[in-house]
């Protein structure tokens, strides 16, 4: 298991950044992320970040939530990442999957 790049004793409470996206999870991400309104990613960001991170910026929004996910796994499953972002991202990137098909299987 990969550990938090800060020191794992922090007693402020602050998120700790994780780091372990690969470059291309991060960029796909961004691409899927993208198809969320700006609340949704502000919002998002602070659930990953338990709110212990604000930012008006739709960019720095997202480059928190990146930043402070433990997986991109984790991330798919969040509430505001929904099937059809992830279904329209699939089929913008010509990967087709069943129109039916839940957001778990399309993960």
């Known amino acids: 298991e990969l550990l938090p790049i800060a020191e794992s004793n922090n007693m402020s409470g602050a998120p700790q950044p994780y780091n372990v996206l690969a470059e291309i999870e991060r960029r796909e991400l961004k691409l899927l992320l ?18 212990m991170v604000s930012t008006e910026s739709r960019e720095e929004a997202l480059e928190n939530i990146l930043t402070y996910s433990e997986s991109a796994k984790q991330l798919l499953r969040r509430k505001k990442v929904r099937r059809e972002h992830i279904f329209q991202y699939l089929a913008e990137n010509q990967v087709y999957a069943s129109a039916s098909a839940d957001k778990t299987t399309l993960m």
């Open 34 to 51: 993208g198809k969320l309104s700006t609340e949704d990613i502000i919002s998002l960001m602070d659930t990953v970040c338990n709110r």
